[in-house]
């Protein structure tokens, strides 16, 4: 298995583990198929109670180790004891069905997944334990004519079948690893990226509020003895705008290290949208409910400016909403992804969608939404709002196309706070 190294290695871990999980569902599915097919068309397999009671047996591991095989699978990594019990099965379906045909077949699954889950010591192991087994079902035919008929020669040959399913398996392993590292350097890519455009917003930030603010407190602070000496109440009130004009900077201060500090980004979607909802529910009491679908995901630079749309969203309900409750979504398909902040609230003072209604929020000193509908343009998505008087407002960011959407529908799954 591959080290986990930080949340880049969890992830890739996880993307491997997915392909590999899939490949085990395909092959059990090839085994259901295959002990299906021969029940189906072999009448001696049906009048054979005992060959009908091995097949059926070996079906039913099959198919629950596909409805198990999330959980499975994780287990079949550090326990080949596990596997080592389905060659066990494979032996009983040989000594009771014969050593040819469908039934070799059932065997050869073993084979392949070994290849894909163990490194060579174990699948040489395995590999042997079949060989042993098929030697031994060999040796317990009855059927002198099967021997004839096919041949002692490629009876005997039989088993290397075994190694090259073996081979195969280990191929798609390698395959597989490839493609993973490959995401993680692509990962990793972004992350530098991402990182070196966020130090550059940090730094446009901090030179547009804190270091105003801060230029402004210098400025009034050195007219202040002047104002002692001539206008004690003007000096009262200079004093009283530095000392709040200190205060602003030290908000814009915490939270310009809060966003340096930042690692939600790096979680999936799901993950960190509940992770953020969780965290400003703690703080400001009021109840969020989070609909997350299931495989869901944004790239690294288009999540991160999704998240900080989230938390910004989040902000104006605390600052202006008086709301009640508020609600999350994300949905999404191959064709567009969605990510909405609802509350019910008292809604916006200007109707959205007017002309010029976001200058006037701007004007009035409410910059948050003109700031989200910017990032929202950098991810290259679209901002919408819509908001009644009394009826709450609804903030929804929108990706259109497949890359935005991660390529994935699934099941909705539901997560109620």
């Given at each position: ?6 949340l880049?290695?969890g ?5 491997l ?6 490949t ?11 002990v ?7 009448s ?12 059926a ?17 994780p287990?079949?990594f550090?326990?080949?004891a ?6 066990l ?9 014969g050593?040819?045909?469908?039934y ?8 392949g ?26 040796g ?18 039989m ?48 030179h ?16 202040l ?5 001539k ?7 200079e004093?009283?705008?530095?000392a709040a ?12 290290i ?43 630079s ?7 749309i989230v ?16 609600e ?6 191959r064709?567009?992804?969605e ?8 809604g ?6 007017g ?17 989200m509908?910017e ?6 998505g ?8 009394g ?27």
């Amino acid at each position: 298995m591959v080290g986990d190294e930080g949340l880049s290695g969890g992830t890739m871990r996880s993307s491997l583990e997915t392909r590999i999980g899939l490949t085990f569902v395909l092959l059990m599915q090839v085994r259901v198929l295959v002990v299906g097919v021969t029940v189906l068309i072999n009448s001696e397999v049906r009048g054979n109670f005992k060959g009908l009671w091995v097949l059926a047996l070996a079906a039913l591991v099959s198919g629950v180790a596909l409805m198990g095989w999330e959980r499975l699978v994780p287990r079949l990594f550090d326990q080949p004891a596990l596997l080592a019990f389905d060659v066990l099965i494979g032996y009983a379906v040989l000594a009771v069905g014969g050593i040819i045909g469908p039934y070799f077949l059932v065997t050869i699954v073993a084979a392949g997944l070994a290849g894909l889950l163990y490194r060579w010591p174990a699948v040489l192991l395995l590999c042997a334990q079949q060989t042993v087994l098929y030697y031994v079902a060999l040796g317990q035919q009855e059927e002198k004519d099967i021997r004839d008929a096919v041949g002692l020669p490629l009876l005997l040959a039989m088993p290397s079948f075994y190694i090259i399913a073996a081979l195969v398996g280990g191929v798609l392993r390698r395959l597989y690893d490839e493609q993973a590292e490959a995401e993680e350097a692509r990962w990793q890519s972004e992350a530098l990226a991402l990182a070196a455009a966020e130090r550059s917003r940090l730094a446009r930030e901090m030179h547009d509020s804190l270091t105003g603010t801060l230029s402004g407190i210098a400025l009034a602070s050195t007219g202040l003895p002047a104002w002692i000496r001539k206008s004690p109440e003007r000096a009262e009130a200079e004093a009283q705008r530095i000392a709040a004009a200190a205060q602003v900077a030290a908000r814009q201060a915490r939270e310009l290290i809060a966003e340096l500090r930042e690692d939600a980004v790096q979680h999936p979607l799901g993950v960190a949208i509940d992770e953020i909802a969780a965290e400003w529910e703690r703080t400001t009491g009021i109840p969020v409910r989070t609909r997350v679908q299931d495989g869901v995901d944004l790239p690294l630079s288009a999540r991160h400016e999704t998240l900080a749309i989230v938390k910004e969203a989040l902000e104006n309900v605390s600052r202006h909403a008086e709301a009640s409750r508020v609600e999350i979504s994300v949905a999404g398909d191959r064709d567009l992804l969605e990510v909405c902040v609802r509350d019910d609230g008292h809604g916006l003072s200007v109707r959205p969608g007017g002309e010029g209604w976001l200058d006037a929020l701007s004007g009035a000193g409410h910059y948050g939404l003109l700031g989200m509908h910017e990032r929202a343009r950098r991810a290259g998505g679209e901002l919408v709002v819509d908001s009644l008087p009394g009826a709450g407002t609804g903030i929804t960011v929108r990706f259109a196309g497949e890359d935005a959407a991660g390529g994935r529908a699934a099941l909705t799954r539901r997560r109620d706070r």
